[in-house]
């Protein structure tokens, strides 16, 4: 199900059922009060009064439209020929005062599931995860100038996500200045939308975004991480995650959801051991992980004592990438701040990472995804004048 956090609008005349509302919603992980000042309105709770009349048609306008994405009639009683009206148009909730906090909460699960089943139909970002057995294997290398590859197709339209702790290290592979970090939504995770998400995203002159790591501290939990992902697999074509080596019982998100998870290794014993480990212990935990798993032999050397197909039987799988060691070219960009495949593009390295680049790129044509924008909010506006008056007192917009 999706579980993004879900806007919700209050336009109703009984104050003391406003106010419990607005206890409810604030208790709530699933859902918030709209902002007014980002015009957004999402699931709006309507209750008819001496203006219904001139409401309802602007009301079914704005839900047949999208720009409200569901709609809760509520009152003491329900007019029969206004219910008749709004199961027509598509409304199908009604909360009886007094509201019951199960209502409440039975109402979004039921338009938390409508939206999933419709999500389900449009285009997401695809999410690409790189991780190694252990620390120093190359995978953050391997990151930034994928991400910097599959941006120049399409500027602004992928994201690079640095989930390497206690502190990652992608702006320095950028010479990226950033203000925001993903642990910023994490201290008002009620603030958590595509909206906010894009707003503290760092964009490198290149087009390029990237949403940096905080310094210390730890990932966010499970439900956090699963609401960042989704909600950047709707704005973005491509999701590049530099993220930790695995060490934790549950499978992290970030490699839960991932459609490709590419792990970097290198020729050596060790290696071999930790790589091995590293897919029995996500094969244990998401048996489908066995097909979205592709292995890059990093920094392969010609005269190494391990062969690539010797390493490939002792992993019992194929290892399709191989890229050359360039460790000279590799420095020298890291120092420049620019990706290798810019600042060498002739380096043998550099032409394997854009061939891995091409072959995750399925692309057609960029497509422009829309962040969620609800303009219908402005019908409310006026009605806050009359805030005593029968019609839409205490309305948030």
């Not at 009984?14 to 208790?27: M, P």
């Not at 009604?94 to 039921?110: C, G, Q, T, V, W």
């Not at 702790?165 to 970090?181: H, M």
């Amino acid at each position: 199900m999706n579980n993004r956090i879900i806007p919700v609008t209050l336009a109703l005349n009984n104050q003391e059922e406003q106010k419990k509302l607005e206890k409810i919603i604030a208790s709530s992980h699933m859902v918030r009060l709209a902002d007014d000042e980002n015009d957004e309105t999402g699931v709006l709770i309507y209750e008819p009064g001496n203006t219904v009349d001139e409401d309802l048609p602007h009301i079914i306008h704005a839900l047949e439209a999208g720009t409200a994405e569901d709609v809760y009639l509520a009152g003491s009683n329900a007019d029969p020929e206004i219910l008749i009206r709004a199961m027509r148009s598509g409304i199908r909730e009604f909360l009886k005062y007094p509201i019951e906090e199960n209502d409440f909460r039975s109402a979004i699960m039921r338009t938390a599931m409508r939206d999933s089943l419709a999500d389900d139909d449009q285009d997401k970002g695809k999410l690409i995860t790189v991780l190694s057995g252990k620390a120093g294997l190359g995978s953050t290398t391997v990151a930034v100038n994928l991400a910097w590859l599959l941006s120049e197709k399409a500027p602004g339209r992928t994201l690079l996500l640095d989930l390497r702790r206690p502190a990652g290290e992608v702006p320095y592979f950028l010479d990226l200045k950033y203000e925001y970090t993903w642990g910023d939504p994490m201290q008002d995770i009620s603030r958590l939308d595509a909206t906010y998400l894009q707003s503290i995203v760092s964009e490198h002159e290149s087009g390029l975004h990237v949403l940096p790591g905080p310094y210390g501290g730890d990932k966010p939990d499970t439900h956090t991480m699963h609401l960042i992902l989704e909600q950047l697999r709707l704005c973005y074509d491509f999701i590049i995650v530099d993220t930790d080596y695995m060490d934790e019982s549950e499978l992290p998100k970030e490699i839960e959801h991932a459609d490709s998870i590419l792990v970097t290794m290198q020729l050596s014993l060790p290696c071999l051991a930790r790589t091995s480990r590293l897919m029995e212990t996500i094969r244990s935990q998401d048996p489908d992980s066995e097909r979205r798993m592709q292995i890059i032999a990093n920094r392969v050397t010609k005269d190494s004592t391990i062969a690539v197909t010797d390493a490939a039987d002792v992993l019992s799988r194929e290892i399709k990438w191989i890229i050359p060691e360039d460790s000279t070219s590799a420095l020298s960009s890291l120092n420049q701040g620019n990706p290798l495949v810019t600042a060498y593009p002739k380096s043998p390295a550099s032409k394997e990472i854009i061939r891995i680049a091409k072959s995750l790129d399925d692309r057609k044509k960029a497509k422009k995804k829309s962040s969620f924008s609800l303009p219908f909010a402005g019908l409310f506006k006026r009605k806050k004048k009359n805030a005593n008056s029968d019609d839409l007192a205490g309305a948030t917009l």
